[in-house]
């Protein structure tokens, strides 16, 4: 009897123990959360995260060069936060837990560092609009007066978030009134709209044009000039993984970060 209860509990252990294992990995972060690459322990210790809350216009370069820190740095998982710089800001005034704040515009970022201790904030790269139309433009969209046309179907980002606050300088440097039919919380929403054929055009960054990859057309206008905007970085005072913060802002201040932005069609600061 007791040969046989001994053996039920050496089969029922690690069955117990492998069950556990599974529920473990079914546990996830938040939503808005994605992971680059993957998250192996580092040997001699447990898995490092560094997480990074960054505009949506970043999403393919901040992926990107997470997947080079991770390959640099074995054992540590870069998380990323990617949307609206305006909601990102108030996720981290309110609590949020992250280490980076890359944002689309001085503004937002100016919303955290007054909040909380920041280290200085540093310009790594700028931005400007195009106009997006689909790849056959039905409405025959040419130049941005062409917005204002009240046959045309115009999306446009809120005016709160980095991306609309710019098209809002660019339409009035060019003395134009534009009604959109939709108004988005951030600049992917916003050219999600053109991709899917629901307008005939959108106010986008440049780089989420070249991010579309021929899915729409970008055509380029003077004002734009006028409405650059600064993306800022910066460590955050309470951050989690304070060293991993410094060294992922490095990674995007350096050569190889630089290479990465550009190529992807910002512009240096």
Known sequence: MVFRRLSRW??????????????????????????????APAAGGGAKEVTV??????????????????????????????????????????????????AASPATM???????????????????????VPKDNPAKVDELKDLADSKVKV????????????????LG???LKVKPVTLEQDVKATLTKVELGEVDAALVYKTDVIASAGKVQGIAFPEADKAINDYPIATLAKA?????????????????????????GFEAP
């Open 10 to 39: 050496a089969i029922a252990l690690p069955v117990a123990f492998a069950l556990a294992g599974l529920a473990g990995c079914g546990s996830g972060g938040p939503a808005t959360s994605t992971t680059a690459a993957s998250s």
């Open 53 to 102: 809350f960054a505009a949506a216009s970043l999403t393919g370069t901040f992926t990107e060069l997470g997947k080079t820190f991770e390959a640099a740095h074995p054992g540590t998982t870069v998380k990323f936060n990617f949307g609206s710089s305006a909601t990102l800001a108030q996720q981290i005034t309110q609590g949020a837990p992250a280490d980076v704040f890359a």
């Open 110 to 132: 100016k919303t955290v560092t007054d909040a909380s201790p920041a280290s200085s904030p540093t310009t790594f790269v700028r931005n400007k609009l195009e106009i997006a």
């Open 155 to 170: 999306a446009l980002c809120a005016e709160q978030v980095p991306c609309g606050a710019a098209a809002v300088k660019a």
């Open 173 to 175: 440097a060019a003395g």
């Open 240 to 264: 989690p993984a304070g060293d991993l913060a410094k060294q992922f802002v490095d990674l995007v201040l350096s050569q190889q970060g630089k290479d990465v932005l550009t190529k992807a």
